[in-house]
C-alpha cells in the first residue's frame, strides 16, 4: 500500500517562502506521476503542479514563476519550493501520485487522475 505524508507546512507572511515535502513509503515510486493540489475553504480541490518520472513538470498558471516542483527518487520524496507567497496561496496542500504518465507537456492534471493521496499540510499566509 503505498502511503504519502506532506510536511513543510505553515504560517508565512506576503512575499516569504516555504518547502514543503512529500515523503513515500510502501514501494519505490520512481515510475509514477507525482503531483500537488490545493484546497482553500469553501473551494475545489486544484491541481498545483505535477512532475514525470523523467522529471518534467507543469504549473498552474497562479503558480507559475514562484513554486518549483522536483522529486529525489532516491530518497522516495517530493518537494514544492514555493516563494512570493500571496495570501491567496493560503490552503491545504496535498501530494498525489498515480501510476500513468503526466509527460504532456503545459497541462496540469485534474484530481481525477490520481489514485494516491496524502493527509494534507496546511499553508497559510498572512497580509
Known amino acids: 500500500q503505498v502511503e504519502l505524508q506532506e510536511s513543510g507546512g505553515g504560517s508565512v507572511q506576503a512575499g516569504g517562502s516555504l518547502r514543503l515535502s512529500c515523503a513515500a513509503s510502501g514501494v519505490t515510486y520512481n515510475n509514477f506521476c507525482m503531483a500537488w493540489f490545493r484546497q482553500a475553504p469553501g473551494e475545489e480541490r486544484e491541481g498545483v503542479a505535477n512532475?514525470?518520472?523523467?522529471?518534467?513538470?507543469s504549473y498552474a498558471d497562479s503558480v507559475k514563476g514562484r513554486v518549483t516542483i522536483s522529486r529525489d527518487n532516491a530518497k522516495n520524496t517530493l518537494y514544492l519550493q514555493m516563494n512570493s507567497l500571496k495570501p491567496d496561496d493560503t490552503a491545504m496542500y496535498y501530494c498525489?501520485?498515480?501510476?500513468?504518465?503526466?509527460?504532456?507537456?503545459?497541462?496540469?492534471?485534474?484530481?481525477?487522475?490520481?489514485?494516491?493521496w496524502g493527509q494534507g499540510t496546511q499553508v497559510t499566509v498572512s497580509s
Open positions: 498525489a501520485a498515480t501510476t500513468l504518465g503526466c509527460r504532456r507537456a503545459d497541462k496540469v492534471y485534474p484530481k481525477s487522475y490520481f489514485g494516491y
Open positions: 512532475i514525470d518520472a523523467d522529471g518534467s513538470a
